[in-house]
């Protein structure tokens, strides 16, 4: 199974922005489906965003419009531009796939959103 290493979160401030990278261990470009995830404290794992192969994106309506998900298949790399940050997208991001079905999880990147 592919093995997922996240990286680019950090603490900003409200209204900054973020760009998390996602690199795979071996090719995606047969993973129908890629998306990233994030975990607050106390909460369960929640999708916050899919692209597809094709470059489709699909945002959950707490991000839509401030966060852009992309793919790219060449460099095995899956990327999320945040922008206009809010203290409650603090959380652990994760990326993995999402159809067929996940791979198992990796440790994430912390995001905090804090003045």
């Known amino acids: 199974q592919v093995q997922l290493v996240e990286s680019g979160g950090g603490l900003v401030q409200p209204g900054g922005s973020l760009r998390l990278s996602c690199a795979a261990s071996?090719?995606?470009?047969?993973?129908?489906?890629m998306g990233w995830y994030r975990q607050a404290p106390g909460k369960q794992r929640e999708l916050v965003a899919t692209?597809?192969?094709?470059?489709?994106?699909n945002y959950a309506d707490s991000v839509k419009g401030r966060f852009t998900i992309s793919r790219d298949n060449a460099k095995n790399t899956v990327s999320l531009q945040m922008n206009s940050l809010k203290p409650e997208d603090s959380a652990v991001y994760y990326c993995?796939?999402?159809?067929?079905?996940?791979?198992?999880w990796g440790q994430g990147t912390q995001v905090t959103v804090s003045s």
């Open positions: 993995n796939a999402v159809q067929p079905f996940p791979n198992p």
């Open positions: 071996r090719s995606i470009f047969s993973i129908p489906v």
């Open positions: 692209v597809i192969s094709g470059g489709s994106t």
